[in-house]
C-alpha cells in the first residue's frame, strides 16, 4: 500500500473531479482553434518527414572513354532548313561528320507551325551529301567555304545547286524557319558544336544571301542538356531568346560542364551532367570574311558531383512533432485562461453597484441613523434607542450595512426596519 501511494504522489498529472470542472464557451472556441492548428501542423511534419532531401558531395572525375551526349532542341525563325547545317569538332580539331547521330529538323511557317521534317542521319545537310568531306581543323567556317569554292570553280553550278537556291530564296520570301533537334554522341573531350549556313559552299551562299550580312541566326534555345535530367535541375540556356533586328553576328555560348551522379533513394545511379554558361555576341561588318553561326565551346570539369537522396529519421520526425504538438497546447491553455479572465473582468457586475440597487429597493423604510455624542463614537444605535457596539459594517435585518464616520457623525446606508 505505501509504494501505490509513493507512486500516486509521483502523479504529474492529477485528475479533478467532474463537478471542479467548468466547461465556457470560450474555451470551447480557443479548444476547437488549437485542434485545427495542430492538425494542420501535424500534416505539415509528416509531409516534411516523407519527402526528401539531397546531400551534395564533390569527388574526381575517374571516368574515361564514354561518350557525352548533347541533346539539342532549337527554333531558328529566320533560317530555311535547308542551308542549316550541324557540325561538331572535338579538342584534337578533328572534324566529325559520321557520328552515330539523331537529328531532325522541321520547316516551319511564319507563324511557326510545322509544316515539313527532315531527317539527318549525318550531321552535314542532306542536299550535299554528294560532297566529300574530309577530316580537317575547324574554326569559324573559313574552311568549310574554302573547300567548297575550290569545287565550284572546278565544276561550276550544277542543277541541283541552282533548283536549291532557287527553293531556298522561296523559303526566305515565305519567312520561314527551321527548328533542329535530337542527340550528339560526341567525345568525352572539349570540343565545340554549332548550328549555321556552313554546309553550304560559298557561290551558293552568296547568291542565296548576297553577303554574310544577310544571314540571321536568331535563336530560340528551347532545350541544351548534357546528359538526362533529375530532379531539381535547371538548365541555365533553356528557354533563352536571342533575335536579331536587321543586324547579324556569331554567337559563342562558352560552357562548363560538371559532371554528376543523382543517386535516388532507391539505390538507382542516374549518371548525367550539369552546366554553367557564359555568353558572348560578335557582331558582322561589311569586313568580315566568316558567316554568322551559333557555337557552343564546352570543357569539362574535372570535379564529379555527386547529388544523393536521403530520408530524414523517425526520431527526428517524432522529436520534431512533439514539439509542435506540445507547443500549440501550451499556448492554447494560456489563451484560454487569458480569455476567461478577460470575460470574467468584463461581465463581473461592481458590488457597490449592486448594495445601491439593494438600498434603492428598501428605500421607503431605512431610518437615517446619527451618532449624538462624539463620545458615543463607533457606535450606532438603532430605532428603539439601543445603542450598540458595531463593526463598520452591519447585518440588519438580513442587509448588509455599511456605516461610515465622518467626524462624531456614523450614517447607516441601509436598514430594513
Known amino acids: 500500500m505505501g509504494v501505490r501511494q509513493a507512486l500516486k504522489s509521483l502523479d504529474a498529472f492529477p485528475r479533478a473531479e467532474e463537478h471542479l470542472l467548468q466547461k465556457t464557451q470560450s474555451g470551447a472556441l480557443v479548444s476547437v482553434i488549437g485542434l485545427t492548428i495542430m492538425a494542420t501542423l501535424f500534416l505539415h511534419e509528416l509531409r516534411y518527414y516523407i519527402t526528401t532531401y539531397t546531400v551534395h558531395q564533390m569527388s574526381v572525375d575517374l571516368k574515361r572513354g564514354e561518350t557525352l551526349p548533347i541533346h539539342i532542341n532549337m527554333t531558328f525563325p529566320s533560317l530555311p532548313c535547308d542551308v542549316v547545317s550541324v557540325d561538331a569538332i572535338d579538342m584534337s580539331g578533328k572534324h566529325e561528320v559520321d557520328l552515330d547521330t539523331n537529328i531532325w529538323k522541321l520547316r516551319l511557317n511564319k507563324y511557326g507551325q510545322i ?117 531539381g535541375l535547371q538548365n541555365p540556356l533553356d528557354g533563352n531568346v536571342r533575335i536579331l533586328h536587321k543586324a547579324s553576328g556569331t554567337f559563342k555560348y562558352y560552357i562548363k560542364i560538371v559532371p554528376t551522379e543523382y543517386r535516388y533513394i532507391s539505390k538507382e545511379v542516374l549518371p548525367t551532367n550539369q552546366f554553367s554558361v557564359t555568353e558572348y555576341f560578335s557582331p558582322m561588318n561589311e569586313f568580315d570574311r566568316t558567316w554568322p553561326a551559333v557555337y557552343f565551346l564546352y570543357d569539362l570539369s574535372p570535379i564529379t558531383v555527386t547529388i544523393r537522396e536521403e530520408r530524414r529519421s523517425f526520431l527526428h520526425f517524432i522529436t520534431r512533432l512533439c514539439a509542435v504538438l506540445g507547443g500549440t497546447f501550451a499556448l492554447t491553455g494560456m489563451l484560454d485562461r487569458w480569455m476567461y479572465r478577460l470575460l470574467e473582468t468584463i461581465t463581473k457586475p461592481n458590488p457597490r453597484s449592486s448594495l445601491e440597487h439593494v438600498l434603492v429597493q428598501h428605500a421607503g423604510v431605512i431610518p437615517m441613523l446619527v451618532s449624538v455624542d462624539s463620545a458615543m463614537a463607533g457606535k450606532s444605535f438603532y430605532g428603539d434607542g439601543n445603542f450598540s457596539n458595531r463593526s463598520s459594517r452591519k447585518l440588519i435585518s438580513g442587509v448588509s450595512v455599511n456605516t461610515v464616520t465622518k467626524g462624531d457623525v456614523e450614517v447607516a446606508n441601509g436598514y430594513n426596519g
Not at 130 to 157: A, M, N, R, V, W
Not at 207 to 223: C, L, R, T, Y
Request: a negative charge.
Open 115 to 231: 509544316i515539313g521534317t527532315e531527317y539527318l542521319s549525318d550531321l552535314v545537310e542532306k542536299g550535299h551529301e554528294h560532297h566529300e568531306h574530309e577530316d580537317h581543323k575547324h574554326d569559324d567556317g573559313k574552311d568549310h567555304h574554302k573547300e567548297s569554292d575550290e569545287k565550284t570553280h572546278g565544276h561550276g553550278f550544277d542543277e541541283t545547286a541552282e533548283k536549291m537556291i532557287k527553293k531556298v530564296k522561296q523559303a526566305l520570301a515565305n519567312e520561314e524557319g527551321c527548328r533542329v533537334y535530337g542527340v550528339l554522341d560526341v567525345q568525352r573531350v572539349a570540343g565545340n558544336f554549332h548550328i549555321s549556313v556552313h554546309g553550304l559552299n560559298i557561290f551558293v551562299a552568296q547568291m542565296i544571301f548576297e553577303g554574310a550580312m544577310h544571314v540571321n541566326v536568331s535563336h530560340i534555345i528551347h532545350d541544351l542538356s548534357f546528359g538526362p535530367k533529375y530532379p
